[in-house]
């Protein structure tokens, strides 16, 4: 069942496309084996910036969820955190495994595969902070995407920090392309992305203290999006 709370959360045209949806796996997989470096090296400004405030808070256990290629969870680990990375394509575990091998870092590395619309298999309060770059604007729908919320707060210390970051609909490539229901498009390259609302952002931070909400620009086109900061309550 979906939860909208006002017109502008109702869904545009037809219902979701749950066939193109699926088959996001296995095109995440192609690409991830033509190309292992896809997003580059360096690790990207969200994770540079949750790092400075993790080490403020002195925070060091992190759970990150669809790591892609690892860039991300590489410079957590280079930076002394003990990262728990999740993603659910096979060829992306694989590669972070010998990519922290490659850096010194495997002791601080634990890859694993997982779909994050399942439930996180981590016991109640495990983790200091959870980080994620654009795993909120994947091909999850909004009661997905509302579980999601609910089992990283499950699996946050009291206290603990929910660092994500999402495209959102004011980004050029919002509206263009195949839609597959609600604000989810298939773009350029076969990709589909769900652009969220700012009422969306607030409607997945209810019942958390909500630090932070920023607009950045990423890439090229630019790709515009929100860095969200979420405080589990103690």
């Given at each position: 069942?979906l939860?909208?709370?006002?017109?502008?959360?109702?869904?545009?045209?037809?219902d979701?496309?749950?066939?193109?949806?699926?088959?996001?796996?296995?095109?995440?997989?192609?690409?991830?084996?033509?190309?292992?470096?896809?997003f580059?090296?360096?690790?990207?400004?969200?994770?540079?910036?949750?790092?400075?405030?993790?080490?403020?808070?002195?925070?060091?256990?992190?759970l990150?969820?669809?790591?892609?290629?690892?860039?991300?969870t590489?410079?957590?680990?280079?930076?002394?955190?003990?990262?728990t990375a999740?993603?659910?394509?096979?060829?992306?575990?694989?590669?972070l495994?010998?990519?922290?091998s490659?850096?010194?870092?495997?002791?601080?590395?634990?890859?694993?595969?997982h779909?994050?619309?399942?439930?996180?298999p981590?016991?109640?309060?495990?983790?200091?902070?959870?980080?994620?770059?654009m795993?909120?604007?994947?091909?999850?729908?909004?009661?997905?995407?509302?579980?999601?919320?609910?089992?990283?707060?499950?699996?946050l210390?009291?206290?603990?920090?929910?660092i994500?970051?999402?495209?959102?609909?004011?980004?050029?490539q919002?509206?263009?392309?195949?839609?597959?229901?609600?604000?989810?498009w298939?773009?350029?390259?076969?990709?589909?992305?769900?652009?969220l609302?700012?009422?969306?952002?607030?409607?997945?931070?209810?019942?958390h203290?909500v630090?932070d909400?920023?607009e950045?620009?990423?890439?090229?086109?630019?790709?515009?999006?929100?860095?969200?900061?979420?405080?589990?309550?103690?």
């Open positions: 069942m939860f909208y709370g006002s017109d502008a959360m109702n869904q545009r045209g037809p979701i496309d749950k066939g193109a949806l699926s088959r996001q796996q296995q095109h995440w997989e192609c690409v991830f084996s033509s190309n292992d470096s896809m580059g090296e360096d690790p990207s400004s969200p994770a540079r910036w949750a790092a400075r405030l993790l080490k403020e808070e002195g925070k060091t256990k992190v990150e969820l669809g790591f892609g290629q690892g860039r991300d590489l410079y957590f680990a280079r930076n002394g955190f003990d990262v999740l993603d659910y394509c096979e060829k992306g575990i694989k590669s495994r010998e990519k922290a490659e850096s010194s870092v495997s002791g601080s590395v634990t890859p694993m595969q779909d994050v619309r399942n439930r996180l981590f016991k109640d309060d495990t983790f200091d902070a959870c980080y994620s770059h795993l909120y604007c994947m091909p999850l729908t909004i009661s997905e995407l509302r579980s999601l919320s609910t089992e990283v707060m499950r699996v210390k009291p206290g603990g920090l929910n994500f970051t999402t495209r959102h609909t004011e980004d050029p919002y509206g263009t392309g195949i839609h597959r229901g609600e604000d989810m298939e773009i350029q390259g076969g990709f589909i992305v769900h652009f609302s700012r009422e969306k952002v607030d409607l997945l931070s209810e019942g203290d630090l909400v920023t950045f620009q990423e890439g090229d086109l630019p790709k515009k999006l929100y860095r969200v900061t979420l405080r589990k309550k103690s």
